[in-house]
């Protein structure tokens, strides 16, 4: 892989679980391609196996970083989707906790179930991962006040919708999607 070559931008999913895998589910990624799989990409190729190089930090895999190479596979008209049955064993910069939580997230909805009431201090659901407005502080220039760390587990962290334009203003939205805030179209 000749990483000089990686200039053109795909978005691919990172499942969460096997289940996620199969229906091509999970947290939406840019990764930096060669010309030949953005070729593939835009042609709806099916199949296949590729690799491409991360190109922002990932929300719901703690220490998945910029730079990281992923391997993924394309799924025609829809999303392509990172190698799941791979995907752990591949990830060098992934630290141990990472690992449990990422372990830990996948027992729980095997389990009983994904929870998704955002009041639960250990609800793991959906963040505003693509919101402009909302996120981890430290992937801003500015730092948003209003982000709150779990002081039980400080590697979970509760998201405060600050669009400031809707009824979800300043209220905890961990367990929601951004889909949520009635301005998303204009986000």
């Known amino acids: 892989m000749d990483k000089s070559q990686m200039t053109e931008y795909i978005k691919i999913n990172f499942p ?12 939406g990624m840019w990764l930096k391609v060669d010309p030949t799989t953005k ?7 099916s199949g296949g196996h590729y690799v491409g190089i991360l190109d922002n930090d990932s929300v ?10 992923i391997p993924f596979e394309m799924r025609g008209v829809y999303r392509p989707v990172a190698d799941f049955p791979g995907l752990l064993s591949k990830l060098t910069r992934l630290t141990p906790e990472g690992k449990a939580i990422i372990i830990r997230a996948i027992a729980s909805r095997k389990g009983a179930g994904h929870m998704t009431d955002s009041s639960d201090q ?3 659901g959906t963040t505003c991962c693509d919101c402009q407005f909302c996120g981890d502080k430290y992937s801003f220039p500015t730092p948003n006040d209003l982000l709150y760390m779990d002081p039980k587990d400080p590697l979970i962290k509760h998201f405060y919708c600050c669009c400031g334009d809707c009824e979800l203003y300043e209220k905890d939205i961990t367990g929601l999607g951004i889909q949520e805030c009635e301005h998303f179209e204009e986000l």
């Open 60 to 69: 719901y895999f703690p220490g998945l970083n910029h730079g990281e190479c």
């Open 16 to 27: 969460l679980n096997e289940t996620d895998y199969l229906m091509g589910n999970g947290e």
């Open 122 to 124: 250990s609800c793991e």
């Open 39 to 45: 070729a593939a990409y835009d042609a709806d190729a």
